[in-house]
């Protein structure tokens, strides 16, 4: 999955047409994910100078980045957020969450279906 197909379902799932502080709250959960890698990534190869080949394939995979990672992507994190914001009945609450939490999702199943490629199931 890439980041505008996920700012795309985000926006389709939890957007609504006419109130636009729920539409961008959407957006920004379904970016937010992905934000990390933006900023490690560009820390890495415009202020550090690091190859991008070396950041893609060494970098991305490393033990650090990869637990970075794995607190962007928590579905308890964005599982509790958006539990809390339907208990809360807050619109734009419910669409940042909600947003995030599908980003999830379709990642998850993404990388499985991969995987499953990869190894022939």
């Known amino acids: 999955m890439n980041t505008p197909a996920h700012l795309i379902f985000g926006a389709v799932a939890f957007g609504k047409p006419g109130n636009p502080r729920v539409t ?3 957006l920004i959960g379904a970016f937010l994910p992905d934000l990390s890698l933006y900023v490690m990534v560009a820390w890495s190869i415009w202020i550090r100078g690091i190859d991008p080949n070396i950041v893609f394939h ?4 490393s033990a650090e980045w990869q637990q ?5 992507n928590s579905f308890v994190l964005w599982g509790v957020l958006l539990a809390f914001a339907i208990w809360g009945k807050k619109p734009a609450l419910i669409a940042f969450a909600g947003a995030g939490f599908v ?3 379709l990642t998850f199943l993404c990388t499985i279906t991969m995987h499953a490629c990869i190894s022939g199931r």
């Open 68 to 72: 970075v990672f794995a607190v962007d």
């Open 58 to 61: 060494q970098y991305y995979y």
């Open 24 to 26: 961008t709250a959407a």
């Open 103 to 105: 980003h999830l999702c």
